[in-house]
């Protein structure tokens, strides 16, 4: 299974969210990576054939997703940023009425149902109200309602934002388990999301494709460039001026401060490897996350 974003563009009156961007994915997760408003809900609603490019193809094993409109639809699987869920319906009534929707039948959803249910760990659960779910109880209903048609895709926005940690292993250790045979598309700001599940991290920056490749060739070109230095509270302004700084530690000597730079920052730095972390703040120049 072969998908293709061949040059599209997406444009909201003269601002461009997507541009010109190009990429092909195969079975595996992927990691859509970029900061606030660089695209990426956009071109995900665009897969999700939601809304059309401005230009461009989306291609299936060579046939526009367009074309194939329901029948691309079928092969879908899609969670958005923000998910409305009924709040009086049970989980349990809830994905039954959303199988209902998706044309399954109604043998089929009683069997689908609870096995999802087991799937994304809700079985317990099964006859509370969404309403009174937590945030990643509703994420995970979510993604059980976008795999209720066993999708061959399953995009999912922005997935862990308000989940606590728990719930984001939990969600990664998720995708894991389904991810084969699919192709799954994960946008996120947290490159903490990521870390040891996509097969490729792509990342997106202005609405512009910046790089895509498995996690360790994308750490390449921060290969020496990641340093630690020692300062002292004074001198730590100086360095915050003029590098890329990320994680920040008091020790008994001082301050330990991790940094990107091109050339040894101080006398003292010692060399790291380079993180995904590392990555983020390289290309986006604001804090990690
Ligand atoms: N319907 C719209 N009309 C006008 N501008 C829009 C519309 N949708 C998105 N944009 C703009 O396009 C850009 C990309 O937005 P998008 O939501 O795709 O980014 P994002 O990476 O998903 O960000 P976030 O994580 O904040 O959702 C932003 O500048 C946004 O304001």
């Known amino acids: 299974m072969n998908l293709t974003i061949d040059h599209v563009t997406k444009r909201f009156g003269k601002k461009t969210a997507v541009n010109n961007f190009s990429v092909e994915l195969n079975e595996g997760v992927y990691g859509i990576l970029g900061a606030n408003g660089s695209g990426k809900t956009t071109l995900m609603r665009v897969l999700a054939t939601i809304s059309r490019p401005t230009s461009g193809t989306i291609q299936l094993d060579g046939e526009d997703i367009f074309q194939l409109d329901h029948e691309y639809r079928e092969l879908l699987g899609y969670v958005p940023q923000h998910i409305g869920l009924y709040k009086n319906f049970t989980a349990e009534k809830l994905l039954m009425y959303i199988a209902s929707l998706k044309g399954l039948e109604r043998e089929q959803a009683k069997k689908k149902v609870p096995e999802l249910l087991e799937l994304v760990g809700l079985k317990d659960h099964r006859s509370e ?161």
């Open 129 to 289: 109200k969404v309403g009174k779910f937590s945030g990643g109880m509703k994420q995970r209903v979510g993604i059980a309602q976008a795999l209720l048609n066993d999708p061959k895709i399953l995009i999912v926005d922005e997935p862990t934002a308000g989940l606590d940690p728990k719930e984001r292993i939990r969600f990664r250790n998720l995708m894991s388990a389904i991810a084969s045979n699919r192709i799954v598309l994960l946008s996120t700001h947290i490159v903490s999301d990521l870390d040891y599940i996509a097969k490729e991290i792509i990342i997106m920056k202005q609405g512009e494709l910046v790089a895509k490749n498995n996690p360790q060739n994308l750490l390449k070109p921060i290969d020496e460039k990641v340093w630690l230095v020692t300062v002292s509270d004074e001198e730590i302004t100086k360095y915050q001026n003029q590098y890329k700084m990320g994680n920040v530690v008091r020790r008994g000597n001082g301050i330990e401060i991790r940094l990107i730079s091109d050339e040894k920052p101080a006398e003292d730095a010692i060399h790291q490897n380079p993180n995904l972390e590392d990555l983020y703040l390289f290309y986006f120049d604001e804090e990690a996350t």
